[in-house]
Structure formats: structure tokens, C-alpha cells
């Protein structure tokens, strides 16, 4: 498959399997998890046809590992990023020592002051290292990367999930809780 139609077919199924599955005829199961002939049929019927090959090659192929199978292959579902309400029956997890969080410089003044908020999501989701927080931060404009004191945070009561493809999630992070990592590669926008 040619990168362009795997950045489409990938945009696609994040905006139907994560935001509006009913958009296209789908109902999420428990889990978050649709049946992969569903999936299939209804990306057929909404004009986006989609062999099960090719399906395959965007699960294996997406770099951040959106996409999951169940160990029988049989159904599907996004790791996170829903903001369609679903329980991914994740396990509560005890996080490493430091998360990371990644944003635009924009929203450096309201985290200070309100923290990290999941908005829209259903998690506030956390990266395990520096440099994938920069590159989500990039999204966003100018890279600023927060680090997390999860420790203190889990001593706290608040609880923490890690989904399939190593991101953590958690319902909040106050601003105590984090303090802006002075790397070079958050300053001046390098890695």
C-alpha cells in the first residue's frame, strides 16, 4: 500500500473507531472492539472499501500503534484516544518514575495553572520518554514537554492504565505534579 492511501485509510478508521463508529454503522463492544467483517463492510458502504490485507498493513504499519487486534484476529479496536464513551478494561498499572506530556508553548500557562485536563478523551495521555512527548508537542506548535511525578501521583489515589500500544493514561495530572523539562529538544524545537 502507498504511504498516502495509509495515512488515509489510518485517518480514517481513528476518526470512526475512536470518535464516531456510528457515523458509519458501528456499535463498540466492551473493550472497545468491533468484529474486523463489520469494520470491513462498513468501510465499504461509507466509500472507503478496504481489503483485509490492507487492513493488516495499517495495523502493522502505524507508528504509533493505534490499531489493535484480539489475540484471535478477529476483532479490532483503537488503544485510546476515544472520545465516544467505551471502557478499554484496561489494568491499573504502577507507572515508571517519570511520565512525560507533550504540548504546544500556547498551552503552557493554562497547564501550570489548571494542570492536565483529558478534554474532550476519555485519559490525559502520557508518553514513557522525552522524545516521543516532543513529537506530540510538535503537533501542536512549539514543543514544551511537562514531566509527571507519577510516583507521587499513584501515592496519591490517582490511578494509571497503559494501554497496548505504551501509552499511559490517567484522569488528571494537577500542576503539582509536573514541572517543564529544560532539554534542548523542548527549547529550541531539535531532536
Known amino acids: 500500500m502507498y504511504e498516502g492511501r495509509l495515512v488515509r485509510v489510518s485517518r480514517f478508521l481513528s476518526k470512526h473507531l475512536r470518535h464516531q463508529p456510528g457515523r458509519i454503522g458501528l456499535a463498540l463492544t466492551p473493550g472497545g472492539w468491533v468484529t474486523v467483517e463489520a469494520l470491513l463492510a462498513a468501510c465499504a458502504r461509507a466509500g472507503m472499501p478496504l481489503k483485509r490485507a490492507e487492513l493488516n498493513e495499517v495495523v502493522a504499519r502505524n507508528n504509533k500503534q493505534r490499531f489493535a487486534f484480539d489475540e484471535s484476529g478477529t476483532r479490532i479496536r483503537a488503544s485510546q484516544g476515544h472520545s465516544v464513551p467505551v471502557d478499554l478494561e484496561l489494568e491499573p498499572r504502577d507507572p515508571p518514575a517519570t511520565l512525560y506530556h507533550g504540548t504546544g508553548a500556547g498551552a503552557v500557562p493554562a497547564i501550570q495553572h489548571e494542570g492536565l485536563r483529558k478534554m474532550r478523551r476519555h485519559h490525559i495521555h502520557l508518553s514513557p520518554d522525552v522524545a516521543t512527548a516532543v513529537t506530540v508537542g510538535r503537533r501542536h506548535g512549539r514543543p514544551v514537554v511537562f514531566a509527571v511525578d507519577a510516583p507521587a501521583m499513584r ?37
Open 155 to 191: 501515592r496519591d489515589g490517582y490511578t494509571f492504565f497503559r494501554s497496548e500500544n505504551g501509552v499511559w493514561l490517567v484522569d488528571a495530572v494537577p500542576p503539582a505534579y509536573l514541572r517543564i523539562v529544560d532539554e534542548p529538544a523542548t527549547r529550541d524545537g531539535q531532536t
